[in-house]
């Protein structure tokens, strides 16, 4: 018996310590679990969810697009300013014709009209609302001739093309540096501290200059090498310097004070330079070797490279399996590659384009993020390709609005909780918050409604966002202090606001924790 009664009480002593040890852990961070007990109580309340988001830190937007990531409204006010016109027919914007008079400044043809007309006048707010569904996703309804939300969401891009370029590469760098600095102050507002910018840095006019060079090779070494023989390094170097000026305009434009603290100031950001996945193979080619060197000779701004355009059109399907090899040549063990991969659904395009896509992208091309990666369950081996990515540390940018409005991929359908049960990092990201009609704290909002994420995990995600950046090991460090910084003022606010009993209820959830 007396043996019995030590045993005993040895576990209620040991239960005991365990208790207080459990007890004492929680009271130590106190604040950041009465914020998650405050998070799971406003479940039932989404308004006030999604103002909670909105307040809360958000670390960094590692996938946005910049063109397809200025709303439509402002889009309009560019075209307005610079005089562009209208093909009300299609509701796409266009450069006046350099050659057309005053008295007809878009030209003598009847279907195309100045914008400032167009939206202007008894009929002008019709024109202007449609002009804003045309540039976006608002209010779509399928019709014959754009069947999807697919559709509409990239047809988009060429309606709008006029308003975020120039007729040349300097007014274009001029344009960039306006959508950066809209960007950095819309991400201010919503607690968004970093971003990476996806831009084109080297368009139509290199691929028609350098990719003829490369067209009767077929191995890639003696591509590169016909392109740095036509003059690939003094593009790359002319390049470079330009996207200085271009640091130094967004600056100017920022007008910060010593502090950083005036709106989009405080925010970091790098550009991701686009390769256009659709193009003929040695235009794809040159463009992969002039972004890779651009990365590796400004490395600071230009932080990585990413393929860009629909993965399910006719040649990214047929040129997959090149462009990845393409990639692993030209980019290395040096050059931060993000590739989106995998967005795509059962549907969409055969079984046989869905099985290969991430791996490819991971193993082959080397990718260190992966942009969406919806098909994950199509993919041979999911298992065994979610361990690799969780050993190597691939990231996996999800995009949650994109992928329901043009994959029709939502709620639980979705892989995020996949991703999250294999221990494959994951940061949330817009990808086109303009042409979608969001912003980030709305991603966080439909984790949270949709997948059931919690406050801790929606935090770890944050974090996310900047460890896995295209920085360097300080910088990381640098804005992961920032974050932190910014969590803990953050939970003191809302620590602030509850009630005793609250605390109390957050503490005892916080012992006994049941949400993802």
Not at 154 to 180: I, K
Not at 206 to 219: I, K
Not at 300 to 318: K, M, Q, T, W
């Amino acid at each position: 018996m007396g043996v019995r009664r030590r045993i005993l009480g040895a576990v209620i002593l040991l239960a005991a310590a365990l208790v207080v040890g459990r007890i004492a852990v929680v009271a130590s961070d106190l604040p950041a679990h009465v914020t998650a007990g405050q998070f799971e109580a406003l479940r039932h309340n989404l308004p006030r969810m999604r103002a909670f988001l909105n307040r809360m830190p958000k670390g960094g937007d590692l996938h946005t697009h910049l063109s397809g990531a200025v709303y439509a409204e402002r889009l309009i006010a560019f075209g307005l300013r610079d005089g562009l016109c209208l093909r009300p027919a299609d509701m796409t914007l266009l450069p006046p014709p350099a050659d057309a008079p005053a008295a007809q400044p878009c030209g003598a043809d009847p279907a195309v009209v100045p914008l400032a007309a167009a939206v202007s006048g008894p009929k002008g707010q019709a024109t202007y609302d449609r002009l804003i569904n045309a540039l976006s996703l608002r209010w779509f309804l399928p019709t014959p001739e754009t069947p999807s939300g697919h559709d509409q969401f990239f047809g988009t891009f060429g309606r709008f093309n006029a308003a975020t370029s120039g007729p040349d590469w300097p007014s274009t760098l001029d344009r960039v540096a306006e959508m950066v600095v809209d960007q950095l102050k819309q991400y201010d507002a919503t607690q968004v501290q970093y971003a990476e910018f996806m831009v084109t840095f080297f368009g139509g006019e290199d691929r028609r200059a350098l990719g003829p060079v490369a067209a009767g090779e077929s191995d890639p070494a003696a591509m590169l090498a016909a392109l740095k023989a036509a003059g690939l390094d003094r593009v790359v170097a002319t390049r470079a310097e330009q996207v200085r000026g271009l640091m130094h305009r967004i600056e100017t434009l920022l007008d910060c004070d010593d502090a950083r603290t005036r709106p989009g100031c405080g925010v970091t950001f790098r550009f991701i330079a686009q390769v256009n996945r659709n193009s003929p193979p040695a235009g794809v080619f040159a463009q992969t070797a002039l972004s890779a060197a651009l990365v590796r000779a400004l490395p600071e701004v230009v932080a990585g490279f990413n393929y860009v355009g629909p993965e399910d059109y006719r040649i990214s399907l047929a040129d997959y399996r090149t462009h990845m090899a393409w990639i692993g040549f030209l980019a290395g063990q040096d050059v931060p590659v993000a590739l989106h991969a995998g967005e795509l659904w059962l549907g969409l395009v055969p079984p046989p384009d869905l099985d290969f896509h991430i791996r490819a992208a991971v193993e082959v091309a080397g990718a260190r993020r992966i942009g969406h990666g919806t098909a994950i369950p199509f993919e041979r081996d999911m298992e065994g390709l979610l361990k690799e990515m969780r050993r190597r540390g691939v990231t996996v940018e999800i995009a949650l609005t994109s992928s329901d409005v043009i994959l029709g991929v939502r709620g639980r359908e979705h892989p995020l909780l996949t991703y999250l049960a294999a221990g494959v990092p994951i940061t949330l990201a817009t990808d086109d918050a303009g042409v979608s009609r969001i912003d980030l704290s709305g991603e966080y909002f439909r984790a949270a409604r949709d997948q059931g994420i919690g406050y801790p995990t929606l935090k770890a995600f944050a974090h996310n966002g900047l460890k896995h950046a295209f920085l360097s090991e300080a910088q990381k460090q640098t804005e992961l202090a920032k974050l932190d910084a910014a969590f803990t003022a953050f939970e003191a606010s809302v620590m602030a606001e509850v009630s005793t009993g609250e605390k109390l209820r957050a503490l005892l959830r916080a012992l006994l924790p049941v949400s993802p």
